[in-house]
């Protein structure tokens, strides 16, 4: 999920998703859009709306179940925690902390590459950050620029859409198929 100061976009805001109500929009990807949202009290939220294409699929339900769930296990420092969800809703979304702060691929596009000690610093906070994630039990398989917010008070990691446990079975990967941003992903063995 997106957090911090995305790259906003035009196009009509939907109306109130739950209880929140959506203020701009911050980021898209591959399962829906992303708004900074306010709560009924005023809190401001980043809310991950799941597209209506794929809200009448069974197994796409099911990885945005498991999606949530993943976000809630490991909410905490490193992460942006979850504040609620609605994975049954006819539109499935989930709400988490709004994080201030633009994402690692958004500072490099702006200003080019980071100085060595920031990028040692940066190092040793996802090191942290995948080291409590993993403490729970959950493989984040998506751990690219995009998915890393720099906030004032260091870096989180965000988006566990194709997240899994440890101990899960590999049949969430379909045998020959790609789960990932190529770019980012392991190298695949290939014999």
């Known amino acids: 999920m997106v957090s911090g100061a995305g790259n906003g976009g035009g196009g009509e805001l939907p109306g109130r998703i739950g209880p929140y109500t959506p203020v701009r929009r911050l980021g898209a990807g591959g399962m829906g859009e992303v708004y900074l949202a306010r709560s009924p009290s005023g809190r401001q939220v980043a809310l991950k709306v799941i597209r209506p294409e794929h809200a009448g699929d069974p197994d796409f339900r099911d990885r945005f179940r498991r999606e949530v769930a993943a976000a809630r296990k490991v909410g905490g420092a490193f992460t942006a925690p979850v504040v609620d969800a609605d994975p049954e ?103």
């Open 89 to 191: 809703a006819g539109t499935p979304w989930l709400a988490t902390a709004y994080i201030p702060g633009g994402s690692l691929a958004d500072r490099v596009r702006r200003t080019g590459p980071l100085p060595a000690p920031d990028v040692a610093r940066l190092a040793a906070q996802l090191a942290d950050a995948l080291h409590d994630i993993h403490r729970q039990g959950i493989v984040h398989r998506d751990l690219k620029p995009g998915n890393v917010i720099l906030a004032d008070d260091g870096a989180r990691v965000i988006d566990f859409g194709i997240s899994r446990a440890l101990t899960e079975s590999r049949r969430l990967t379909r045998t020959g198929g790609l789960v990932g941003t190529p770019s980012y992903m392991a190298p695949v063995k290939s014999w």
